[in-house]
Every structure is written in C-alpha cells, then in structure tokens.
Nanobody, 118 residues
Framework: QVRVVESGGGLVQAGGSLRLSCAAAGSIWSIKTMGWYRQAPGKQRESVAT?????NTDYTDAVKGRFTISRDNAELHLDMKALKPEDTAVYYCNVWAVVVGRPFRDYWGQGTQVTVSS
C-alpha cells in the first residue's frame, strides 16, 4: 500500500505565503505524476498543479505566477505566494504510483486545510 501524508496548511492573511508538503511512502516501485488538488466548500475538487516524472509542470490559470510545484523523489511541495481568500480550500496530494504487486493507480492524502483571511 501507499501512504500519502500532507503537511503545511494553516491560516494566513491575504498576500501571505504558505508551503505545502506531501510525502508518499510504501512499497513503491516508481512514481509517475504527482499533483495538488483543492476543494472549497460547496465546490468540486479541482486540479491546482501537477508535475510529471519528467519534470513537466501544469498549473490551473488561477494560480499561475503565484504557486510553484516541485518534487524530490517521493516528496512533493507547493509554494504558494500572494495568497487570496479564494485560495481557501482543503488541499490534497495525489500520487500516481506503481506499487509492487498492484496495478498502476493513484493515491490520495487526507488533505490539509488552507485558510486565507481578507
């Protein structure tokens, strides 16, 4: 199995910064795409940023120029700057991994709350 654990959420004022981190552990053979998703109250979960094993990144338009995704082996980070109240959400880490003896699939963390006050 794969365990995905996020950390780094919290309360910050508008214009502030936060760094989210995610660590994947378990019987992992290889990790493909990793990404951050978020879900605000009453809204569907949406992709925020993803990074492939080749290092290619993709961002949703709402965070371009403010958020930076990075990965180091089985760790994933999201540096968030110039935060806005509309960034308030539960942020989830998603990992596509090949696990020994199991089919290729994705795994989710439990989520970490980010609250941006105006």
């Amino acid at each position: 199995q794969v365990r995905v654990v996020e950390s780094g959420g919290g309360l910050v004022q508008a214009g502030g910064s936060l760094r989210l981190s995610c660590a994947a552990a378990g019987s992992i053979w290889s990790i493909k795409t990793m990404g951050w998703y978020r879900q605000a109250p009453g809204k569907q979960r949406e992709s925020v940023a993803t990074v492939t094993s080749d290092g290619n990144t993709d961002y949703t338009d709402a965070v371009k120029g403010r958020f930076t995704i990075s990965r180091d082996n089985a760790e994933l980070h999201l540096d968030m700057k110039a935060l806005k109240p509309e960034d308030t959400a539960v942020y989830y880490c998603n990992v596509w991994a090949v696990v020994v003896g199991r089919p290729f699939r994705d795994y989710w963390g439990q989520g970490t709350q980010v609250t941006v006050s105006s």
